[in-house]
């Protein structure tokens, strides 16, 4: 059996393992990778290349980037080259009808959730964020829905109380690119038959804002210690020290402890940590950042800057 002709479509970091597998992996033939244009990026705006692209460069691949995937000529563009499959991995836009249609296995979607719940942009923050014990992998055929398509496969990781988003992330990457090779394969031979997801249980996992990295005192320390795991490393998990001006402080790394007072009053400040009280029990912040400053340890910290028990940081 000759190669299969693959076009993949993929922009993110998340992308990468996956479209290294299929490079790297006789039984198929990358015949183009379509990113999201260069964006500008860093202090000085310079335009710079998805991860995605990066990849497909060292492995001399054709690299597509239209603004638009809608756009007819990019569409004709992919249906010249004749792919028998597509592979999506955090492209960054809805695919539309004609395209979806275009290869005679359709598209396939490496999706860092175990469908149908979180569906949507961010399923491993919100899963992380909403306390679940596991996530997972699932290889779907996209359709015109958000992430609605038939399941082909899926695989499950644990959460661990030491994971946040990055450490998660990288897992389920490496994870969704194991598990894409064997499903093609096996669904390519009709060995797989594509099942509907189920009607229960599907929830959908919005975009992450700035806003949601916010850290209110009032809330239980558990919540706050998944706010920081999730949010963690972008946009950051964050609050504001309780002199004027009241800078941002990042917070990166904390543990839940059992203690009580006034939410957001600090109850301990010295090298083993600084508690914080919440809304129930506590919060013992490890590793911290000022704003403008670089990241820290309590210790580090609080040799150049004054935190003293009874202060609040503001809810």
């Known amino acids: 059996m000759p190669p299969l002709r693959v076009i993949f479509m993929g922009t993110a970091e998340l992308a990468c393992a996956s479209l290294e597998a299929l490079a790297q992996t006789p039984d198929f033939t990358v015949v183009a990778v379509v990113t999201q244009p260069d964006r500008p990026k860093g202090r000085d705006l ?13 492995h001399q691949l054709p690299v597509l980037q239209p603004e638009r995937a809608r756009e007819e000529s990019f569409i004709e563009s992919l249906r010249l080259l004749r792919p028998d499959l597509i592979v999506v991995a955090a492209y960054g836009q809805i ?20 469908l149908p719940k979180y569906r949507g942009a961010a399923p491993i923050q919100w899963a992380i964020m909403n306390d679940e014990t596991e996530t997972g992998i699932t290889i779907m055929k996209m359709d015109a829905g958000m ?14 109380a030491e994971d946040n988003s990055q450490i998660l992330h990288d897992r389920l990457a490496k994870i969704g690119a194991e598990l894409l090779l064997p499903t093609i394969h096996d669904y390519v031979a009709g060995k797989i038959i594509p099942h509907p997801q189920p009607a229960v249980g599907a929830s959908h996992a919005r975009k992450i ?13 558990r919540t706050l210690w998944n706010r920081i795991r999730a949010f963690t490393p972008w946009p950051g998990a964050f609050t504001h020290l309780p002199d004027p001006p009241k800078p941002l402080l990042k917070i990166w790394s904390a543990e839940v402890v059992e203690r009580s007072g006034p939410p957001g009053e600090i109850l301990q400040s010295d090298k083993t940590g600084i508690v914080i009280a919440c809304g129930q029990n506590a919060l013992k912040i490890l590793i ?28």
């Open 46 to 58: 310079k335009l710079q290349p998805s991860a995605v692209k990066k990849v497909a460069l060292r």
């Open 95 to 114: 695919l539309p009808k004609a395209i979806l249609e275009l290869p005679r296995f359709g598209c396939l979607n490496v999706h860092t959730s175990l």
């Open 147 to 160: 992430d609605t398509g038939d399941i082909l496969s899926r695989q499950s990781t644990p959460i661990h």
């Open 209 to 221: 804002t700035k806003e949601d990295g916010h850290l209110d005192w009032t809330q239980p320390a």
């Open 288 to 315: 911290l950042q000022r704003e403008g400053g670089r990241r820290l340890t309590t210790q580090e910290f609080l040799a150049g800057h004054e935190l003293k028990p009874g202060q609040k940081f503001v809810c």
